[in-house]
């Protein structure tokens, strides 16, 4: 299982390539090759917009997540400096809490020359059926703007508020991954979190899925 600090949001198992992070950590994680940065480090930096815009009263950014990747998100989400992992996979955690939504978002991405998304997928499923958590996974083809092959990951678990450094409350959550080609040989993955209960944040994440657009990196 790769590295992660306590309410951050936990890799599967060694195994796993891109992620399937498919445990929120409710405990520390066993040792592994990421960088630990915690919601508190997060803290310090507001998300990177290319542009900004109002929508229902909330301010949403066009952010440039990864080369060739942007995602629409709270304007007011919260992150570290990317983190870069031993196999080349790079990753950048949003973190959203606010007085209306409350959410989480990973992407990841492998540049040229690293994984498909397809072999992203088959190495997540690996990882679930490896936990014996494959049965409370649903996956689905899912259409991502501007890529060719896309594949969508849906579970629910019980974990600490993965955004939120101070509150350490076990919760329902939903958790979404969506894993896909992009240009160039690019490949993406993005993951969501937000309570079962929190429909406002659920369709947030909802939002952030269907924002998700692939260009030319």
């Known amino acids: 299982m790769m590295g992660c600090a306590r309410r951050q949001v936990c890799r599967s198992a060694a195994v ?18 990421s960088s630990e940065s915690t919601v508190e480090a997060n803290a310090s930096a507001t998300v990177s917009a290319t542009e900004t815009t109002e929508a229902d009263g909330v301010s949403v950014a066009v952010a440039e997540a990864a ?24 990753g950048v955690t949003y973190h959203v809490d606010n007085e209306a939504v409350s959410y ?11 994984k498909t998304a397809s072999e992203v997928l088959e190495s997540e ?7 014996g958590a494959s049965a409370g996974v649903t996956q689905s083809d899912v259409a991502v703007e501007g890529s060719e092959a896309a594949y969508r990951l849906d579970w629910t ?6 955004w939120s450094a ?16 992009g240009q160039d040989g690019y490949s993406y993955a993005v993951y969501v979190y937000a309570e ?18 692939v260009t030319q990196p």
């Open 125 to 131: 499923l690996g990882a679930f059926e490896l936990q």
């Open 16 to 33: 796993v390539s891109m992620i399937a992070p498919m445990m929120l950590a409710a405990t520390s994680c066993s040792p592994g090759n």
């Open 166 to 181: 101070e509150d350490d409350t076990e919760i329902d959550v939903q958790c979404s991954g969506v894993i896909f080609d």
């Open 157 to 162: 678990q019980s974990a600490e508020v993965p």
């Open 104 to 114: 989480t978002v990973i992407v990841e991405h492998y540049e040229p020359g690293g």
């Open 196 to 213: 079962v209960s929190d429909e406002a944040s659920l369709a947030a994440v909802a939002d952030v899925i269907d924002s998700i657009e």
């Open 67 to 90: 080369p060739g990747l942007t995602i629409e998100i709270a304007a007011d989400a919260y992150t570290a400096p990317p983190d870069t992992y031993s196999d080349g996979r790079r």
